[in-house]
Structure formats: C-alpha cells, structure tokens
C-alpha cells in the first residue's frame, strides 16, 4: 500500500481500497522481481513513475555520478542510518546524523 502516493496519509488507504480484482493499473513502475517466489514489485509513487518515465531512476552504480540528485524510496530507517532502494537490488545508505531534520514539504524537478 505504501507504492501508491508520494505522500504518506488517509488517502492512501482511499487509493488501495478504490483497486479492485482484473482493474487495469496504468502509471506503474517495475521495482524488482524475486523469481524463487514469482514476484513482481510495482510502485505507483508519482515520483518514481516520472523519474523512470526520463531516464532518472537509477539501477546500478554506473546509472549515478557524484553530485546527481536520484529519486528512490525508503526501504528501512534504523537509529543510525537509512536506506533508499532504486531499481532491482540497488540501495544507497543515508547516515542519519548528516541527513535533513525538517520536514520537506516540495521537491525540485
């Protein structure tokens, strides 16, 4: 439930609960695949939708440079670090202690 808003809120249950068995989904992205348990991993986050849409959403290390800003999507937060999945099985690590404390309520596109 958590792949179909950017945003985290009431309105998120209101999207899942409005998917109904053999609806077609439009505006989805492939995030992973786990073959052993037949799985496909989709997001409908605007974001990632967009950022896969351009080009911009990385799946390895080449995919990114020093300096670039690349949206992603929160796998785990701990007490000391987060991590930010992209494509496939590639993650990047946010130390918590050099991270932003405030609420960002915009994004730069």
């Known amino acids: 439930m958590s792949h179909l808003s950017d945003h985290i809120g009431s309105h998120t249950q209101k999207l ?6 053999g609806d077609d989904l439009h505006d989805i ?5 786990n073959e052993s348990k037949n ?3 989709v997001s409908k986050k605007p974001m990632l939708v967009r950022a896969c849409k351009e080009g911009k959403l990385p799946e390895k ?4 440079n020093v300096g670039d800003f690349v949206v992603g999507y929160v796998k785990v937060v701990t007490d000391f670090k ?3 999945r ?15 404390c405030d609420y960002v309520s915009y994004l730069l596109f």
Request: no cysteine; hydrophobic share 60%.
């Open 86 to 100: 992209f494509l496939g099985e590639f993650e990047g690590v946010a130390m918590r202690h050099v991270s932003i």
């Open 39 to 41: 799985a496909v991993y």
């Open 29 to 33: 992205v492939v995030i992973a695949t």
């Open 82 to 84: 987060v991590v930010v």
């Open 61 to 64: 290390l080449e995919d990114v």
């Open 16 to 21: 899942f609960e409005s998917i109904k068995v």
